[in-house]
Nanobody, 115 residues
C-alpha cells in the first residue's frame, strides 16, 4: 500500500500563488507516476497535472503556463506550484500515486481563490 498525504492548501486572492505538496509513504519502490486532481463543487474530479517515472509531465489546458508539477529526487514527494490563481481554480485538490497497477488517493486539501 501507498499512503499519499497532501499539504499546502488554503485561501488566496486571485492572482496569488500556492504550493501543494504530497508525500508518499509505504510501498514507494514501485511508484510509476504521481499526479494532482481537483474537484470543484458540483463537478467531476479532473486531472490537473501529473509526472511519470521518467519525469514527463502533463497538464490540463486550463492551467498550462500557470501551474508547475515537480518532484523530489527520491521520487516520493510531488509538488504543485500554482501561480496566477483564478477563482475557477477553487476546489479540493487530491494527490494520486500510481504504484504497479494500483492508484492511491490522498485525503485532499482545499484550495479557495477569492475574486
Amino acid at each position: 500500500q501507498v499512503q499519499p498525504v497532501e499539504s499546502g492548501g488554503g485561501l488566496v486572492q486571485a492572482g496569488g500563488s500556492l504550493r501543494l505538496s504530497c508525500a508518499a509513504s509505504g510501498s514507494i519502490s514501485s511508484i510509476n507516476a504521481m499526479g494532482w486532481y481537483r474537484q470543484a463543487p458540483g463537478k467531476q474530479r479532473e486531472l490537473v497535472a501529473d509526472i511519470d517515472s521518467a519525469g514527463r509531465t502533463k497538464y490540463v489546458d486550463s492551467v498550462k503556463g500557470r501551474f508547475t508539477i515537480s518532484r523530489d529526487n527520491a521520487k516520493t514527494t510531488v509538488y504543485l506550484q500554482m501561480n496566477s490563481l483564478k477563482p475557477e481554480d477553487t476546489g479540493v485538490y487530491y494527490c494520486k500515486v500510481l504504484s504497479g497497477v494500483f492508484g492511491w488517493w490522498g485525503q485532499g486539501t482545499q484550495v479557495t481563490v477569492s475574486s
